[in-house]
C-alpha cells in the first residue's frame, strides 16, 4: 500500500513509519521537517495550514493525520485528499467524551462541544503556533471528527487512543516513573496503590492502526489498554524488576498532595486525584472491547518499560524530563510527609 502520514516523525509518526514497513508498505510523509526523516520513506516538506497544494496530484491508499487539531485545518486537508486517498484516518483522543465520570465509555457516548468564544480562542492559539490547548483539547478533537465526517462519511477512521507511552515519548509522563524508579531509594508514590492506570504502548498502536488500514477499515475506535488490568504498584514494581533497582515506595496520600499543591498529571504523571475529580473517575477505565475485537494486540508491561529504560539509557541528554517533581521538591515532600505520619 501506499501511506500518505501527515504530521511529524517525532513519536506515534515514527511508530507508524516503523510499522508500515515492516509490512512493505511504501510511506510518504507531510510535514514541515522539524525533526528528521526516517531511512526509506519519501518526504514532502510542507506546513498543512498552507501548502496542502503539495499533495495534489499523489494518489494513497490511505493517509493517517497525526497532528489534526484544529476543525479548518482537518477540514482543508480531508478536502484536499478525498479524491486521491481510499481511507483518511485521524487520530483523535479519549479526552474528547463530554461525561468520563463512570467506567465503560464506548465509541457511541456524547462527545464535547465548545462554544464559538472558545473555537475563536483555539485558532488564535493555533495561528500563534503553540501547542497550549489546555481544556479546549478534547472539544477540538470532538469537533475535529466532526468536520471530517461531514468532508469524507464513508471512508474516515477514527482512532481515540488513551495515553500512548514508548520510546520517543516527549511529554516523559510514563518515562518519568521508569527512570525515576532506576535512580533508586525513596521514591514517592501518588494515592492508592491499586488505583488503575490505563495506557497504551505506541508500537501496539502503531501497528494496529497499520493493520486496520489493510482492512480498509472504517468507523470509530478507541483504543486503549485493558481497563482495570494494571494499577500504578504494577507499574512501579515492573520498574523496579526491570531496571534492576533498590526503590522502596512511600506511598502519600491525595489529600497531601493536594494540601502541598503538586501538580497532577504534570508534576505527579498518571495520577489524577480521586478526592477532588469524580467527574474523571472513568478516564482510566474506557472500553476497547471494539478495537481488542478488530486485533488489537497489546505486549506485557515490562515489555514496555525496557523498551522505555533502553531507549533512555542508550540516548542521555542533559535536557530535563518533560513531566515530573525533581529531586529536591520529592525529597522535601518526603520529610513533610514522614513528619505527618509520626504526628
Known amino acids: 500500500m501506499k501511506i500518505l502520514i501527515i504530521g511529524g516523525s517525532r513519536f506515534l509518526g515514527r511508530h507508524l513509519v516503523t510499522a508500515a514497513l515492516k509490512r512493505q508498505h511504501n510511506v510518504t510523509l507531510f510535514n ?15 506546513d498543512r495550514d498552507r501548502d496542502l497544494s503539495k499533495l ?14 484544529v476543525p479548518h485545518s482537518v477540514a482543508a ?18 479526552s474528547v ?57 464513508d471512508r474516515s477512521l477514527i482512532v481515540r487512543p488513551g495515553l500512548i507511552v514508548g ?8 518515562t518519568y516513573w521508569v527512570m525515576r524508579v532506576a535512580r533508586g531509594g525513596e521514591v514517592l508514590a501518588p494515592g492508592r496503590p491499586s488505583r488503575s492506570v490505563q495506557f497504551i504502548d505506541v508500537r501496539d498502536l502503531s501497528e494496529w492502526i497499520i493493520q486496520i488500514i489493510e482492512l480498509k477499515a472504517s468507523g470509530v475506535y478507541n483504543a486503549n489498554g485493558l481497563p482495570g488490568s494494571v494499577t500504578m504498584d504494577d507499574i512501579l514494581t515492573e520498574c523496579k524488576i526491570v531496571t534492576k533497582s533498590d526503590a522502596k515506595f512511600e506511598w502519600v496520600s491525595e489529600s497531601f498532595l493536594i494540601q502541598e499543591n503538586v501538580t497532577a498529571w504534570s508534576k505527579m504523571p498518571l495520577w489524577l486525584p480521586e478526592e477532588i475529580a469524580p467527574q ?38 542533559d535536557e530535563p524530563l518533560s513531566a515530573g517533581i525533581d529531586k529536591d521538591s520529592e525529597d522535601r515532600l518526603l520529610r513533610e510527609w514522614h513528619e505527618v505520619v509520626r504526628k
Not at 521537517?33 to 531511512?39: E, F, K, L
Not at 461525561?99 to 462527545?111: I, N, R
Not at 520510546?167 to 510514563?174: A, E, S
Open 167 to 174: 520510546p520517543y515519548d516527549y511529554t516523559d509522563r510514563f
Open 32 to 46: 514541515r521537517g522539524n525533526h528528521q526523516s526516517p531511512a526509506n520513506t519519501e518526504h514532502i516538506s510542507g
Open 280 to 317: 474523571l473517575r472513568g478516564f482510566m477505565f474506557v472500553s476497547c472491547d471494539k478495537a481488542i475485537g478488530a486485533g488489537l494486540k497489546l505486549r506485557p508491561l515490562n515489555d514496555t518499560i525496557a523498551a522505555i529504560y533502553s531507549w533512555r539509557t542508550n540516548t542521555p541528554s
Open 56 to 69: 495534489l496530484g499523489g494518489e494513497w491508499d490511505a493517509v493517517i493525520d497525526t497532528c489534526g487539531i
Open 97 to 153: 467524551y463530554a461525561d468520563v465520570s463512570s467506567p465503560g465509555v464506548l465509541e457511541t457516548a456524547p462527545l464535547k462541544t465548545l462554544t464559538t468564544e472558545q473555537l475563536d480562542e483555539a485558532n488564535q492559539i493555533h495561528r500563534s503556533n503553540s501547542n497550549n490547548y489546555g481544556s479546549l483539547y478534547g472539544g477540538l478533537k470532538a469537533l475535529c471528527e466532526q468536520t471530517l465526517l461531514e468532508v469524507i462519511p
Open 77 to 94: 486537508s480531508a478536502k484536499a485528499l478525498s479524491a486521491s486517498v481510499g481511507l483518511y484516518v485521524f487520530i483523535s483522543s479519549v
